[in-house]
């Protein structure tokens, strides 16, 4: 079963941008769905962007135009490039996965990472 890292959260002011990058480790990696989540204090998990392994892309509304999700699957790494950062995106971000077609619902990924900590500051 694949294994995910995220790295690449950290502070940043509203209206910069931030890469976060999901490191994968185990077979099979490009059959696999891919999805970004966050989860901000006392709020519930709530998807971002995901990727299928076709590359077709699904977003958030609230965040349509602004991230990127991508995948280089020769590197078994997912990225969401994040720009015109707000402070309402502040949360922990997780990668996740899944072998089926993305979804936006949380429960039906298997495979989470441990979360990376996005701030942003006004």
């Known amino acids: 079963q694949v294994q995910l890292v995220e790295s690449g959260g950290g502070l940043v002011q509203a209206g910069g941008s931030l890469r976060l990058s999901c490191a994968a480790s185990g077979p099979t990696f490009s059959r696999y769905g891919l999805g970004w989540f966050r989860q901000a204090p006392g709020k519930r998990r709530e998807f971002v962007a995901g990727i299928n392994w076709s590359s077709n892309t699904l977003y958030a509304d609230s965040v349509k135009g602004r991230f990127t999700i991508s995948r280089d699957n020769a590197k078994s790494t997912v990225y969401l490039r994040m720009n015109s950062l707000k402070p309402e995106d502040t949360a922990v971000y997780y990668c996740?996965?899944?072998?089926?077609?993305?979804?936006?619902?949380?429960?039906?990924?298997?495979?989470w990472g441990q979360g990376t900590q996005v701030t942003v500051s006004s």
């Open positions: 996740a996965a899944r072998t089926l077609e993305v979804t936006t619902t949380a429960g039906t990924y298997a495979v």
